[in-house]
């Protein structure tokens, strides 16, 4: 990924006794359709190899050559077949290349008017030989969802889009750097998971206890807050909000963003009760929320899992994503329920939101040291579900996906809340109970359920779920 760009490595493939000038024209249409579409390319061109084609094995090294060059840039590979192809051509580039990216296989269509010699592509078959070689190298790879597809089509765009998702969760995830901010709260062992099988999918957890970061907090200077809490107020209405607690709120979200930067992390879960409010005064929720917002997302309660299906579908859908509980049912429809927490949710999935104080722990620490949390309701429409989980018996990480929508039926509670609704969703609650999954789910308002199976399943190794 280069400046926050999704960038594709490109191969064409092309075999001389099939029309050279269709390999000449696709890698000119391709090129053009990648970068129009706002993705980065590095690909051979006429001067590198025939038409910038990919057919001999000495083409094949300098395009391997090439992307290997560009190794930290590339996100993925997008195979196209104006004609037939030379499946050898494809496989070995990949295999000297040795990037282990994502694959995207895609061949022309032929046109009924258009099969004379001089016209006739083939691809449909050569294809099938591309992907027979990369099965045999044990190359994974993805397909469109036509076996033949035009680019400039809309079912074409649609696979780009849900391929380059797919790229970006599977780089955000294998070198994914999480921290965990304190030990989760004693009566949830429902959040308890493995650092160590975590990091054979290579994502590591930083930790640090909570006493350091209120140490930490205790230590700053006035001025070192300011710009924090008016960050703060910009990001959130704070009316009827103590003006100690917002100060508590700006110093506590200074030590962790430092730390968070300090560490190069790209998620955090929070030990977010009941010591911090208890010997600190102030729920983090709001602090929590921003750095969610932008795409850093944060998780209650410590749960690490968690975060990790909050940050896949972060990449994914490109927008912020949250941690909810599966929480109560919807009157007698079965495939309804309310999804709730107390809550940090990110500010932009809420159709309208304010600050507040923490009902729920207020009965137990206090009004006074209970402000801070994020109230409101999600706003209406499409949503994507995931939650990951790992498995210390089998030393595997399992999750499940899948899509559904918040709706605008009539509901009045406290906290960040909203209607789901979800096809066959007793079914899905069968699954998580029969399984032992956790009651927190990840969730984003966007359809990612696709990209995100694919890239669990296919790239990472994981064993997956998709409800559909």
């Known amino acids: 990924m280069k400046d926050g760009k999704t960038v594709f490595g490109l191969i064409i493939g092309n075999r001389g006794f099939f029309p050279d000038r269709l390999a000449q024209e696709g890698r000119d249409e391709m090129v053009k359709l990648l970068a129009d579409a ?8 006429p001067k590198d190899t025939k038409f910038g084609a990919i057919e001999t094995r000495r083409e094949a090294k300098i395009c391997a050559e090439l992307f290997r060059k560009h190794r930290d840039e590339i996100d993925g590979v997008v195979v196209s ?8 051509g494809v496989a070995d580039t990949l295999l000297m290349a040795g990037l282990n990216v994502p694959v995207l296989m895609q061949a022309y269509p032929d046109e009924p008017g258009k099969m004379d010699i001089a016209n006739r592509r083939d691809s449909l078959c050569g294809k099938m030989s591309a992907c027979n070689n990369l099965a045999q190298y044990r190359i994974p790879y993805s397909l469109t969802e036509l076996h033949t597809v035009s680019p400039d089509s809309d079912s074409f765009r649609q696979d780009l889009a849900d391929f380059a998702a797919t790229c970006r969760v599977v780089a955000g995830l294998r070198n994914a750097r999480l921290g965990a901010i304190g030990a989760r709260p004693a009566a949830f062992n429902t959040v308890r998971y493995s650092e160590k099988i975590l990091q054979l999918s290579g994502i590591s957890v930083e930790t640090i206890d909570l006493s350091e970061v209120l140490g930490r907090v205790e230590r700053l200077k006035e001025g070192e807050y300011k710009d924090k809490l008016d960050a703060l107020r910009k990001y959130i209405s704070c009316k009827g909000i103590p003006a100690e607690s917002l100060v508590k709120m700006a110093k506590l979200g200074v030590v962790v963003d430092r730390w968070v930067e300090e560490n190069d992390l790209d998620g955090t879960a929070f030990q977010c009760w009941t010591a911090i409010e208890e010997y600190f005064g102030v729920v983090p929720c709001a602090i929590m929320s921003m750095m969610s917002d932008a795409l850093r997302p944060s998780a209650c309660e410590v749960d690490v899992a968690g975060l990790v299906g909050m940050l896949a579908l972060a990449r994914a859908a490109q927008s912020p994503s949250m941690l909810l509980d599966w929480n109560n049912n919807y009157g007698d429809d079965p495939d309804k329920a309310v999804a709730f927490h107390c809550s940090n949710l990110p500010r932009s999935v809420f159709a309208d939101v304010r600050m507040s104080c923490q009902d729920i722990l207020a009965g137990t620490v206090g009004t006074e040291n209970a402000y801070g949390t994020l109230v409101g309701r999600i706003k209406p429409g499409p ?3 995931c939650r990951v989980d790992t498995d210390d018996e089998n030393g595997t990480i399992r999750s499940y996906v899948g899509e559904g929508e918040f709706t ?15 096809p066959d969703f007793q079914e899905l609650l069968a699954y998580i109970c029969d399984m032992g999954f956790e009651h927190h789910v990840a969730a984003t308002l966007s359809e990612v359920a696709d990209p995100i199976y694919e890239a669990f399943d296919k790239y990472l190794g994981w064993d997956v779920y998709y409800h559909e």
Do not use: H
């Open 38 to 45: 706002g993705y980065g390319v590095v690909a051979v061109g």
């Open 81 to 88: 077949l104006p004609n037939f192809g030379d499946e050898r």
């Open 383 to 385: 949503m994507t579900f």
């Open 408 to 422: 605008d039926d009539p509901l009045e509670t406290f906290g960040g809340y909203g209607v789901v609704e979800i």
